[in-house]
């Protein structure tokens, strides 16, 4: 079956960085779209990052342009998230996400697979 494993996160002061690793297993990673949402403390789950399959189209939400990257290596089934300048306000559970359509999506309904949500949290 498919499995998505997420690295740590961690504590990070305001202004900090943190990189997240997702590990996907049983299928190749070529086969998925693979994105990245975040659950905040009450506020509903929201899109983060999107990367295609080859890598060479990505999509951000606007409150992470310029800060976060998302990556993908398909040669080690892993993808990541560089998040850079981090502020208080991107605390959050962040989850890496996979879908096997052919074309991403924002909305986490159209993610079939995820990783077990990992705590990141930034204090000011």
């Known amino acids: 079956q498919v499995q998505l494993v997420e690295s740590e996160g961690g504590l990070v002061q305001a202004g900090g960085s943190l990189r997240l690793y997702c590990i996907v297993s049983?299928?190749?990673?070529?086969?998925?779209?693979m994105a990245w949402f975040r659950h905040p403390p009450g506020k509903e789950r929201e899109f983060v990052a999107g990367?295609?399959?080859?890598?060479?189209?990505?999509d951000y939400a606007d409150f992470v342009k310029g800060r976060f990257t998302i990556s993908r290596d398909n040669g080690k089934n892993a993808a990541s998230l560089q998040m850079n300048y981090l502020m208080p306000e991107d605390t959050a559970v962040y989850y890496c996400?996979?879908?096997?359509?052919?074309?991403?999506?924002?909305?986490?309904?159209?993610?079939?697979?995820w990783g077990q949500g990992t705590q990141v949290t930034v204090s000011s």
């Open positions: 990367i295609s399959r080859s890598g060479g189209n990505t």
């Open positions: 996400a996979a879908t096997g359509s052919s074309r991403g999506s924002t909305d986490y309904n159209e993610y079939e697979y």
């Open positions: 049983g299928r190749p990673l070529t086969n998925f779209v």
